[in-house]
């Protein structure tokens, strides 16, 4: 679950503020939109979620080992996108060359880029309505792939640059494209439902 919240005082913050507030509170999952506007995730999730967010990042990170191409994030991370807004996805991934070109300081903080491909795993209390639109806008900030993977439903929705979105069942197998080279997956092979 999702609640907005509003801060009286303060149109915006920075950059710089909202990286504050997030050091401040350690334990909230906070995302800002594009227009400012302050979201908090609750956490944390139940037991079913977070084991099904595992096994999609251990998927990944066993690809990424293998092929040394990138850098995986987990559900604890976040980007300031070009919109301006600071997201968190439940996966991420970043090419080598883009992380090798950040500073340290940067890599140490919340990066000023958009990762190249993400995960977001509905969890109950997620709004499906709402997922969609986070997706489209993680494409609209450069995302190059992006799955919304509904638990409920046994379904994928993937997200490319200029494209449709495209539906495949759990039962299908979801590949990589040109964003994570030869990685492939069946989902009904690896979430518990």
């Given at each position: 679950?999702?609640?907005?919240?509003?801060?009286?005082q303060?149109?915006t913050?920075?950059d710089e503020?909202?990286?504050a507030?997030?050091?401040?509170n350690p334990?909230?999952?906070?995302e800002?939109d594009?227009?400012?506007?302050?979201f908090i995730n609750?956490?944390?999730?139940?037991?079913?979620?977070s084991?099904?967010?595992s096994?999609l990042?251990?998927?990944?990170?066993?690809?990424n080992r293998?092929t040394?191409?990138?850098?995986?994030?987990?559900s604890?991370?976040?980007?300031?996108?070009?919109?301006?807004?600071?997201?968190?996805p439940d996966v991420a991934w970043i090419?080598?060359?883009?992380?090798?070109?950040?500073?340290?300081d940067?890599k140490?903080s919340?990066p000023?880029?958009?990762?190249?491909f993400?995960?977001?795993?509905?969890?109950?209390?997620?709004?499906?309505?709402e997922?969609k639109?986070?997706m489209?806008k993680?494409i609209?900030?450069?995302v190059?792939?992006?799955w919304?993977?509904?638990?409920k439903?046994?379904?994928t929705?993937i997200?490319?640059?200029?494209k449709?979105?495209e539906?495949l069942?759990f039962?299908?197998?979801?590949?990589g494209e040109d964003?994570?080279?030869?990685?492939?997956v069946?989902?009904d092979?690896?979430?518990?439902?």
């Amino acid at each position: 679950m999702t609640l907005p919240i509003n801060i009286p005082q303060i149109d915006t913050f920075s950059d710089e503020e909202l990286i504050a507030l997030c050091l401040a509170n350690p334990d909230l999952s906070i995302e800002r939109d594009e227009s400012g506007q302050l979201f908090i995730n609750m956490s944390p999730t139940f037991a079913l979620t977070s084991s099904n967010n595992s096994e999609l990042n251990a998927e990944l990170t066993i690809w990424n080992r293998k092929t040394k191409l990138g850098k995986v994030f987990d559900s604890n991370s976040a980007f300031i996108l070009p919109d301006s807004s600071m997201r968190g996805p439940d996966v991420a991934w970043i090419t080598k060359e883009r992380w090798d070109a950040l500073r340290i300081d940067e890599k140490k903080s919340f990066p000023k880029l958009a990762p190249d491909f993400v995960v977001e795993l509905a969890s109950e209390s997620d709004n499906l309505e709402e997922l969609k639109l986070k997706m489209a806008k993680w494409i609209q900030n450069g995302v190059r792939l992006a799955w919304l993977v509904n638990p409920k439903n046994r379904e994928t929705y993937i997200y490319r640059q200029n494209k449709e979105v495209e539906v495949l069942r759990f039962s299908q197998k979801l590949l990589g494209e040109d964003v994570l080279i030869n990685f492939e997956v069946v989902l009904d092979d690896i979430l518990e439902l």
